[in-house]
């Protein structure tokens, strides 16, 4: 790139499409970390003495959030961050993740916490999609429904006081998407609770890096050389969610700033239906006793549905 930065006039790396920001490396850095923390405080995510847990999947947009929580609260010691990997089952690809999770997590002086769906369902992920007899349920929907189960459990147990989550523009922009072709709406305030309105035995969930896209998570992944797994999950071509990641990055290329303005349009939804929708009205499961908004939780239909036969073995 033989552009000047535009903050300091040095060499560029980045192109920022949907800023017109040109970046040099220093600066990149700079405004990546300036980005994330007028997030957490717009936001009001972060509190002084916060024990953060942290998720960490090996890959590069958990990378990035635990690196640049890092280095914004380290200007906190009375604040700890507490890397904490949910690790699913699947065979060839979380155990390199994992390796990848271990030393990003040791190279900035932490201590990871690993929890897997074999300890805390009995089952690993690889079984459960064997087991399933209904193949139109995508090995991501019973996925997506443990890991929250899971990553509650381990932020229960270690006294957290909020789970920071790596979702990225991108991300958000594709689930308000789904949400909104599913006529699941009220989806959008559920899963974006604002911190000063929990729910009495779920952690509150933080999306500090929110506001960053995939190609600001790529590039300063790349320039700070973090480590990170970059293989994709084998049962992602399940996700409905890729039919509009391609679709959005298209209209994000040609118009940059799409993907923000879903963001934004996504908020103001959740707003509008929090102030004139009843409050979410949690209840307990009948079966293990865990929050849920009807009699019976999702993890537990989801479970019930898979034959009751012997677990598969190795």
């Known amino acids: 790139m033989s552009q000047k930065c535009s903050k300091c006039n040095s060499p560029a790396v980045y192109l920022r499409r949907y800023t017109s920001e040109a970046l040099c490396k220093s600066c990149l850095i700079k405004t990546t970390l300036s980005r994330v923390r007028r997030t957490i405080n717009r936001k009001k995510m972060l509190q002084r003495g916060d024990r953060v847990a942290v998720a960490i999947s090996g890959g590069k947009d958990s990378a990035v959030l635990l690196d ?30 994992l390796e990848s999770a271990k030393a990003l997590v040791h190279s900035l002086g932490l201590k990871l916490e690993v929890r897997s769906f074999e300890d805390i369902f009995g089952l690993s992920l690889d079984e459960v999609v064997q087991l399933r007899s209904d193949v139109t349920v995508g090995a991501c929907s019973y996925c997506g429904v443990l890991r929250r189960r899971a990553l509650n459990t381990a932020a229960l147990d270690i006294g957290a006081d909020v789970i920071a989550t790596g979702h990225n523009l991108d991300d958000e922009a594709q689930t308000i998407m789904m949400n909104m072709m599913r006529g699941d709406s009220q989806r959008i305030v559920r899963t974006n609770r604002p911190r000063d309105k929990p729910i009495e035995g779920l ?33 992602y071509r399940e996700a409905m969610r890729n039919d509009l990641r391609d679709f959005l990055n298209e209209m994000e290329h040609k118009r940059p700033g799409t993907l923000l303005a879903i963001l934004r349009s996504g908020e103001a939804i959740a707003a509008s239906l929090e102030a004139n929708t009843h409050a979410f009205q949690s209840e307990r499961c009948e079966k293990c006793g865990e929050v849920t908004s009807g009699q019976i939780c999702k993890v537990c239909r989801l479970m019930d549905e898979l034959p009751k036969r012997e677990r598969i073995a190795d």
């Not at 010691?77 to 390199?96: A, N």
């Not at 960053?212 to 790529?218: A, P, T």
């Open 68 to 97: 640049v929580l890092h280095r914004i609260e380290s200007n906190f010691p009375d604040s700890e961050l507490i890397p904490v990997t949910i690790d699913e089952g699947i065979k060839g690809y979380r155990d390199e993740a």
């Open 203 to 235: 952690v509150s969930r933080i999306k500090p890096i929110l506001e960053l896209s995939e190609r600001d998570v790529v590039a300063y992944s790349h320039h700070l050389e973090l480590p990170y797994h970059d293989v994709p999950c084998p049962y």
